[in-house]
C-alpha cells in the first residue's frame, strides 16, 4: 500500500450528512435527544417523570467507544486486545477488583471473531441516550437485561421519534423542535467547507451524499446549512441512500419513494440501494472500469468500516475528539512544503473537545489494578479500528478545506506508525513523548 493519499486521486467524493458535512450543536442537540426518549418513556410508558430532568453533569457519562455487554449488564471500555478497560453498572464506575474478579486481566470472552468488526451481536455501541442510565428507577433494570423491557420501550422511543414517516408528520420531540428551532441545533457550513465543495465540482469530481437520514430531513439539513444555490450544485449529480437494498426513486417534490429500480441509469435522489448498483452507476459516469472513491463520515459503524470493509473504498474519519488535543506535529513525522499547509497545522483550537472524567481517553487508557504503574497504557479497541479502517482521521472538514487537491496525507497503513494518519495532528495521548510511558 502506498504511504501518501491524495483527494486528487479520487474521481469520487461520498459525504456523510449527519457530522460531516452538517455539524450540531452539540451540548444542545444531545439534550434533545435525551429529552426525545424520556418523553416517550414517561408519557408512553409510565415512567417515572424525574426522568424529564436531566443532570447537566450527567453528559459525562455519554463517551464514544462504549460497549454495552448484554449479558452481564455492563458498560465496557475496551483495549485492542479485548482486556476490559473500564466498566460501569449503571452509572456506577466499577472498582478495578470488581472488573478483575468479573473479566481478568484477559480477552473478554465474547471478544475475538464478534469483535473483530466494529459492532457484535453481544454489545452495542451506545449513543445520546446513555444519560438515562443516572436515575434509580432505571438503573436496576440493567441487572438482568433478559428480564425487563427496557430495552425494548428504548426501541419503541426510536421508532416513535425517528421512524421515515416521523418528520412528515410532526412526530415525537425530535423533528418538531428541529423544523422550528435549526439554529439552535444546527450550525451553518463554513464558507471555507463550501468553496471546497465548488473546488472539487470544478476539478470534474463526482460527489455523492450518502446519508441515513431521509430525504426530507436530509434536503431541510441541506438547504439550512449549505443555502439552497450552494446545495443544488453539489446534488447533480448527487445521490442519498440508505440502508443496502434495491435503490428507489424519490420524488423532490414530496419526499415519495417510486417503484425498486434494477438499475441506476443516471444520478438523481434515491433510497435504499446497494453499493454494486451505485458503483455501476460510477463506472457510467467516470468511464473508468474501477473508479477509485474516497468516503468521509463520522462513524466508526455505519460510515468507516462497512466503506471500507466491503467496497474497499478509501475513508476518511471525521473524529471530533481530534478538536481537543493541542499538540505540535513530531519533528521526526515528514510534513509538505508551507506552502501545501493547512490553516489547522499547528493552529491551537479555541474550544477543548471534552474528555469525559468517568472514562477517561477515546485512545488509551491504563489496565484496571496497575493505573499507578508507569508501563501501562495500552491502546483502546476504538483506536485500534480508527488505524485499521481509517485511510486518515481529521477533526472536521474544515481542517482540509484550505488544502491543495494534490496535497499528499500519510495514511494509516502496516507499513507506518500507528499515528500517521491523524491530521493536522495526532492526538497528545498516542504519542509517548507526552506521557513517559512505553506503549504495549
Known amino acids: 500500500m502506498q504511504q501518501y493519499f491524495s483527494l486528487a486521486d479520487c474521481e469520487v467524493m461520498g459525504f456523510d450528512l449527519d457530522h460531516t458535512l452538517c455539524r450540531y450543536h452539540l451540548p444542545q442537540?444531545?439534550?434533545?435527544?435525551?429529552?426525545?426518549?424520556?418523553?416517550?418513556?414517561?408519557?408512553?410508558?409510565?415512567?417515572?417523570?424525574?426522568?424529564?430532568?436531566?443532570?447537566?453533569?450527567?453528559?459525562?457519562?455519554?463517551?464514544?467507544?462504549?460497549?454495552?455487554?448484554?449479558?452481564?449488564?455492563?458498560?465496557?471500555?475496551?483495549?485492542?486486545?479485548?482486556?476490559?478497560?473500564?466498566?460501569?453498572?449503571?452509572?456506577?464506575?466499577?472498582?478495578?477488583?470488581?472488573?478483575?474478579?468479573?473479566?481478568?486481566?484477559?480477552?473478554?470472552?465474547?471478544?475475538?471473531?464478534?469483535?473483530?468488526?466494529p459492532f457484535s451481536k453481544y454489545f452495542y455501541l451506545l449513543m445520546e441516550f446513555l444519560p438515562l442510565f443516572q436515575y434509580e428507577s432505571l438503573k436496576w433494570l440493567i441487572l438482568d437485561i433478559k428480564k425487563y423491557d427496557f430495552w425494548k420501550d428504548v426501541v419503541a422511543a426510536i421508532q416513535h421519534n425517528y421512524k421515515i414517516s416521523a418528520f412528515k408528520e410532526d412526530c415525537g420531540t425530535y423533528f418538531p423542535e428541529v423544523k422550528n428551532h435549526p439554529e439552535k441545533y444546527l450550525q451553518r457550513c463554513p464558507n471555507s467547507v463550501k468553496k471546497w465543495l465548488k473546488q472539487l465540482k470544478s476539478a470534474g469530481k463526482i460527489l455523492l451524499l450518502i446519508t441515513s437520514s431521509h430525504?426530507?430531513?436530509?434536503?431541510?439539513?441541506?438547504?439550512?446549512?449549505?443555502g439552497f444555490s450552494q446545495f443544488s450544485q453539489i446534488q447533480e449529480p448527487a445521490l442519498a441512500l440508505t440502508n443496502s437494498r434495491q435503490f428507489c426513486l424519490v420524488v423532490p417534490e414530496n419526499d415519495e419513494e417510486q417503484e425498486a429500480l434494477l438499475s441506476l441509469e443516471k444520478p438523481g435522489w434515491y433510497s435504499q440501494g446497494n453499493a454494486i448498483h451505485l458503483y455501476e452507476l460510477l463506472k457510467k459516469m467516470t468511464g473508468k472500469l474501477d473508479p477509485k472513491v474516497v468516503y468521509f463520515g463520522d462513524s466508526m459503524h455505519s460510515d468507516i468500516f462497512p466503506a471500507r470493509h466491503y467496497s474497499n473504498w478509501e475513508t476518511v474519519f471525521i473524529l471530533e475528539e481530534l478538536l481537543g488535543d493541542k499538540v505540535m506535529v513530531p519533528t521526526?513525522?515528514?510534513?509538505?512544503?508551507?506552502?501545501?499547509?493547512?490553516?489547522?497545522?499547528?493552529?491551537?483550537?479555541?474550544?477543548?473537545?471534552?474528555?469525559?472524567?468517568?472514562?477517561?481517553?477515546?485512545?488509551?487508557?491504563?489496565?484496571?489494578?496497575?493505573?499507578?504503574?508507569?508501563?501501562?497504557?495500552?491502546?483502546?479497541?476504538?483506536?485500534k479500528c480508527i488505524s485499521t479502517y481509517s485511510t486518515i482521521a481529521i477533526p472536521s472538514l474544515e481542517a482540509i478545506a484550505d488544502l491543495p487537491l494534490d496535497y499528499r496525507f500519510t495514511r494509516f497503513s502496516s507499513n507506518s506508525s500507528a499515528i500517521a494518519g491523524y491530521y493536522p495532528s495526532p492526538p497528545r495521548a498516542l504519542l509517548p513523548s507526552e506521557e513517559s510511558v512505553t506503549m504495549k
Not at 453533569?57 to 475496551?78: H, Q
Not at 430525504?215 to 449549505?226: A, F, G, N, Q, V
Not at 499547528?346 to 477517561?360: A, C, L, R, T
Open 332 to 383: 521526526e513525522i515528514e510534513s509538505e512544503p508551507l506552502e501545501k499547509k493547512g490553516k489547522y497545522e499547528g493552529y491551537q483550537p479555541k474550544i477543548s473537545y471534552s474528555v469525559s472524567e468517568q472514562w477517561g481517553s477515546f485512545f488509551v487508557d491504563r489496565l484496571p489494578g496497575l493505573e499507578n504503574a508507569e508501563e501501562t497504557l495500552v491502546r483502546t479497541w476504538s483506536c
Open 29 to 117: 442537540s444531545a439534550t434533545l435527544i435525551y429529552d426525545s426518549f424520556a418523553q416517550y418513556l414517561v408519557t408512553e410508558k409510565g415512567y417515572d417523570k424525574d426522568l424529564l430532568t436531566l443532570n447537566p453533569e450527567s453528559l459525562d457519562f455519554c463517551c464514544k467507544g462504549l460497549a454495552l455487554d448484554l449479558e452481564d449488564g455492563n458498560f465496557l471500555k475496551l483495549a485492542e486486545d479485548g482486556t476490559v478497560l473500564r466498566a460501569s453498572h449503571g452509572t456506577r464506575s466499577m472498582t478495578s477488583e470488581e472488573i478483575l474478579e468479573i473479566y481478568g486481566r484477559r480477552e473478554w470472552k465474547h471478544f475475538g471473531t464478534n469483535c473483530s468488526t
Open 215 to 226: 430525504s426530507d430531513y436530509c434536503r431541510l439539513l441541506c438547504e439550512y446549512i449549505l
